[in-house]
């Protein structure tokens, strides 16, 4: 079965970094688009980023352009999301997503951004 799982969140100040990855099982990664979406406390879940499955699409959102760069490497079936500049507006539940019929989400990783 499809199976994602999130590492690398954390606590951080305005201005830090954080790198997370994911890994994936249970389908042919390299055939699949991916992403990463994060969800706030009251807020809906946005996609932040995604990836095609030749790496020769990527789109973010404009919240985090210039900042966020994801990234995958098909061999080892990891995404990765790295993450600069961080702001106290990127406090979040981070999942990894993947569409194979429907949405299939990691049980994410938190980042928290703060002073």
């Known amino acids: 079965q499809v199976q994602l799982v999130e590492s690398g969140g954390g606590s951080v100040r305005p201005g830090g970094s954080l790198r997370l990855s994911c890994a994936a099982s249970g389908f042919t990664t390299s055939a699949y688009n991916m992403g990463w979406g994060r969800q706030a406390p009251g807020r809906e879940r946005e996609m932040v980023a995604s990836?095609?499955?030749?790496?020769?699409?990527?789109e973010y959102a404009d919240s985090v352009k210039g900042r966020f760069t994801i990234s995958r490497d098909n061999g080892k079936k990891k995404l990765y999301l790295e993450m600069t500049s961080l702001k106290p507006e990127d406090t979040a539940m981070y999942y990894c997503q993947v569409r194979i019929g429907k949405n299939f989400w990691g049980q994410g990783t938190q980042v928290t951004v703060s002073s």
């Open positions: 990836i095609s499955a030749g790496v020769d699409y990527i």
